[in-house]
């Protein structure tokens, strides 16, 4: 039991520790929810009151109870940094709110209480649920606080001294109170043991992926030295080439050994992305500054190719645009293996990257990068972002690569809570779009 609960404790922590962009994902997930639980608690409020089911508690508590969920929809969004505290007083609440409908419709010992008693505690556990699901911390709590009033209600109302009921449906009443009574801790008690579980997992998996970081660290430092070793004494022997044989044969060598270190780097970074526990964090970024470097240093490229490359950035959005928050060296990364990829498989022609707000979404930021290259087959495109695959096209055949570079973009714009589209034709050229968050708040 103490190994269980240890494991909860790990669990709890390394949830504790999730990047805010996982937060604010999580808390935007909330706050659909909490908006469907505003709608189904005063949809349930007018259709019952139609049909003089609710009670009096009923007819404050349930409207009262869809404005607090409209409300708590509003603030996660507004501040999704308090998710943990917003949810807590949600669920606080509803458990309070389903006391008193139990409360109340076990003393109304006719058909209308106990419907309000059934028709309620079946959505009880709704609580325990989403406290696990959703809080930090202070799930457990929350919930045998419930239960604890759960269990002073059924003493009040059904105890040695309380009068105790003999018409059918108040008898009736005392039982379904009585099954809610044995049947509660067992919610509880799985739901606690899910959670210790999921936490174990998860510690078990973010150790293999420590191990696995270990392992090629050590196998990058074992590979980089000789590595290193091999491209000093290539400069020193093109000092003692005459022969363009001789030239040719050192360029070779040369060009191996960076393809070499290439595959290595992308290898380790793919790797690392892998581990749900890396930290991204986030800061107030240039992201127009980013774009352009990132076109700026890949234009020796495109023009040795005979490419042109254009950067479109309004002069609006340049201003929006110059205090985003995100992960500026990812943006940088993203952008980089898009244009190394629009490089690559393009032919002739040109490469157009821009970088926009979204009209139909203030909060985010689009980057696109359009090629005129060689395009990608239908059959292939939902493909391109898996690890190690390649366009296999005759005119490509002597590109170089490890088939990650996409693979990498892919991970990084879900770790920054952001998509990825692709639209391509064969012989029509390509055209990657990525949004991301730029109003992440703190």
Known sequence: MAESSEAGLQGQALIDDKAPVVQLVEARLLSWVAALAAFAALSCWLIDGSASLNSPWEDIGAPAMGVMYALTSVVLRWRPQWLNHIVGIALGSTGVYFLGCVHFGALNTTPVGLYSLTSNAQFMPLVYVGAFVAMRKGAAML????????????????????????????????????????????????????????????????????????FLAMLSHEIRTPLQAMLGSIDLLSLKVHTPVERRAIDRIRVASS?????????????????????????DVDVTQVVVDACEGFAPQANA??????????????????????????????????????????????????????????????????????????????KVFEPYVRIEDGRTSQMEGTGLGLAVVHRLVEKLGGQIHLYSQPDEGTCFTVDLPRLARQ
């Open 259 to 283: 393809q070499l270190e290439t595959h290595l780097r992308d290898v380790t970074e793919f790797t690392r992305l892998e581990n749900p526990d890396w930290p991204l964090p986030l800061n």
């Open 305 to 382: 190719r005979g490419l042109t490359l254009h950067c479109e950035i309004s002069d609006i959005d340049r201003v929006t645009l110059s205090h985003a928050r995100t992960n500026g060296t990812r943006v940088q990364q993203i952008a980089a293996n898009l244009l190394s990829n629009a490089v690559k498989y393009t032919l002739s022609g040109s490469i157009t990257v821009s970088l926009q707000v979204p009209q139909e979404a203030p909060e985010m930021m689009r980057l696109k990068v359009r090629d005129t290259g060689i395009g990608i087959p239908p059959e292939a495109i939902r």
């Open 143 to 214: 919930s045998w606080l419930q239960y604890g009033g759960l269990v002073v209600l059924y003493v009040h109302n059904y105890g040695p001294w309380a009068l105790q009921p003999t018409t059918p449906f108040g008898i009736i009443n005392g039982h379904a109170c009585f099954v809610l009574l044995v049947t509660h801790p067992c919610y509880i008690v799985a739901l606690h043991y899910i959670t210790a579980l999921k936490g174990r997992l998860r510690q078990a998996e973010l150790e293999s992926h420590r191990s696995k970081e270990r």
